[in-house]
């Protein structure tokens, strides 16, 4: 991706915040007070945020080491996990697997170079495609806030994976003492999911107003047919994530680091769900790059890692770059959650 879409906003202790009011607020870590100030737009970037002289420090956990990636493998105890979080596929059709456009065709495997990213098939390649180079790329990720066990949020969640968008995900678990009451001063009520597009100034709730913009903003105008039968929409949203309702949906007390957390993954993948349950129950700032099927983020993994999986994180915060679901939940907690025991 161009480097300017990685550009974030303003951090909280160099972590995002939102520039669209001037309230203040603290949160507590395991060393040290952060208090931020978030600015109007027009603001220095240098006065957004005030650290006290001792900001928190993060390392791995002692003796941690990044898993070896294995391919679909299954950490033994996490099946259930992966079972519960496997029900998306079929009550949602499949939403949030596909980026928009998405076609795909056997091929020999000559016609596919070795460097260039694609599954095999009974001795061929899958060539995939998609039409989402021709939409509209944001210059800066779009910052949501909503929280994993949401249906509605979901739904916007799938609509992110469809339009291949980098998102900058603020997590509001229930109970979540930073961004649940900043979306109340934002936008005035505590509802999610809520959207703030720095690229054109938009500021939303509803996650059905949402899926419009993005499509219409980001797409070429076409919401998925899933995405777009109201009532039933949101039902099978909520049945998808039955079995694991509670997971991704209360805070976990945790320390405050000061930069968003980095992840390739995409809504689709029951392994990206686990490991983003963690994410937003620790409430940990995490920028999502999107990589559904189709996704040309899939070759740019491929390119700088030498495989493609998911999920993949890289944390600024401690240098950790790491595969394995099972694993990262392990390794966000231990490293995040203030009684990792």
């Not at 939102?18 to 949160?27: G, L, Q, S, W």
């Not at 995939?128 to 509209?136: G, N």
Request: aromatic share 10%.
């Amino acid at each position: 991706m161009a480097a300017a879409a990685l550009r974030f906003p303003p951090l909280l202790s160099s972590r995002a915040t939102p520039t669209t009011t001037a309230a203040t607020f603290t949160r507590r870590t395991s060393s040290a007070t952060l208090r931020v100030a978030a600015q109007p737009e027009s603001a220095p970037a240098s006065t957004s945020t005030s650290v006290s002289d001792e900001p928190p420090e993060f390392s791995p956990p002692a003796g941690f080491a990044p898993p070896v990636p294995r391919r679909l493998a299954i950490k033994e105890g996490q099946l259930g996990s992966i079972a519960g979080a496997a029900l998306a596929v079929p009550f949602r059709l499949g939403t949030g697997l596909f980026v928009q456009g998405y076609s795909v065709s056997l091929v020999s495997a000559d016609k596919i170079p070795a460097d260039q990213y694609s599954l095999e098939f009974l001795g061929l390649k899958v060539r995939e495609t998609s039409k989402i180079d021709q939409c509209r790329r944001p210059e800066k990720p779009i910052e949501i806030y909503e929280f994993e066990g949401c249906p509605f949020c979901r739904k916007v969640r799938e609509m992110v994976a469809v339009l291949d968008l980098d998102v900058l995900f603020y997590p509001c678990p229930q109970k979540g003492p930073t961004f649940r009451p900043k979306v109340l001063e934002m936008g005035g009520k505590k509802q999610f999911p809520y959207m703030v597009d720095p690229n054109t100034g938009v500021a939303m709730y509803e996650s059905d107003d949402i899926i419009k913009y993005l499509a219409d903003t980001y797409g070429d105008g076409t919401v998925p047919i899933m995405l777009s039968l109201g009532l039933f929409t949101t039902i099978t949203a909520g049945l998808a994530m039955i079995w694991r309702i509670w997971k991704g949906s209360s805070y976990t007390v945790s320390k405050l680091p000061p930069q968003p957390i980095e992840i390739w993954a995409y809504e689709g993948s029951p392994f990206c769900k686990i490991a983003r349950e963690a994410l937003v129950e620790l409430e940990l700032p995490h920028l999502l790059h999107s990589c559904a099927r189709g996704s040309p983020k899939r070759q740019e993994i491929f390119k700088k890692l030498g495989l493609f999986q998911v999920p993949y994180i890289e944390d600024p915060n401690t240098g950790v770059k790491m595969f394995e679901s099972a694993e990262i939940v392990e390794y966000l907690r231990a490293t995040y959650s203030l009684y990792p025991q």
